[in-house]
Structure formats: structure tokens, C-alpha cells
């Protein structure tokens, strides 16, 4: 089981980035998918939560600015993310659950982060 998330790069603020976690070795459709992220210094953040009947939930600060979704033909959930701040660099992860649905818990397995700058 592997996990990669992807998109990353800089962006200048109030731009917009697509991040993807894709999936080697199972299928995503069938587990809760959370996207987290972590700045320097500080300490990992959970984002958002899909779950495999696509119900999502979202960090209350992050609401309305991300989305996340499934593509299951390319196997993938992916996190839009919009209006971004300097605030939201960070390097973002992905990880599954071994459950169908978001239950907040400890996250089964983790993909290799992918790197956000915000900056002018």
C-alpha cells in the first residue's frame, strides 16, 4: 500500500492549487481519505476527511476556500485548494484509514507529502 500526494509548487497568494493523492496497491474508493498538513514549527493539521460514501468533512478554518473529491477513474482523491494564504504553506499529506468512513482516528497509512509555498 502506497499513497503519494502530488501538486504541490508556489503559488502567489489568493491563487489557487489541485493536489492529488493517489493510490498504489489498493483502491481509494473503499476507505476514508483525509488530507493533512504541517508548516515548519508547527504541528501537523488535519484539513479535510472524505469517505468512501463521499460524505467530507473540513477543518472549520478551512471551510469554503478547500474541497475534496474522488476521481475514481484515476484512482485518486484530490484537494482544490482556493484563495490561498501565505498562512497555508505548508507540506501537505495524505493518508487512508483501514475503515470506510472519517472517524477521526489514527490514520492507517501515509503517502509522502508534496510541498506548498504561498508567496509574492
Known amino acids: 500500500v502506497q499513497l503519494q500526494a502530488s501538486g504541490g509548487g508556489l503559488v502567489q497568494p489568493g491563487g489557487s492549487l489541485r493536489l492529488s493523492c493517489a493510490a498504489s496497491?489498493?483502491?481509494?474508493?473503499?476507505?476514508?481519505i483525509g488530507w493533512f498538513r504541517q508548516a515548519p514549527g508547527k504541528e501537523r493539521e488535519g484539513i479535510s476527511c472524505?469517505?468512501?460514501?463521499?460524505?467530507?468533512n473540513y477543518a472549520d478554518s478551512l471551510k469554503g476556500r478547500f474541497t475534496i473529491s474522488r476521481n475514481a477513474a484515476k484512482n485518486t482523491v484530490d484537494l482544490q485548494m482556493n484563495s490561498l494564504k501565505p498562512e497555508d504553506a505548508a507540506v501537505y499529506y495524505c493518508?487512508?484509514?483501514?475503515?470506510?468512513?472519517?472517524?477521526?482516528?489514527?490514520?492507517?497509512?501515509w503517502g509522502k507529502g508534496t510541498l506548498v509555498t504561498v508567496s509574492s
Open positions: 472524505i469517505s468512501s460514501d463521499g460524505s467530507t
Open positions: 493518508a487512508s484509514e483501514d475503515s470506510p468512513d472519517c472517524s477521526g482516528g489514527a490514520m492507517a497509512h
Open positions: 496497491g489498493f483502491t481509494l474508493d473503499y476507505y476514508a
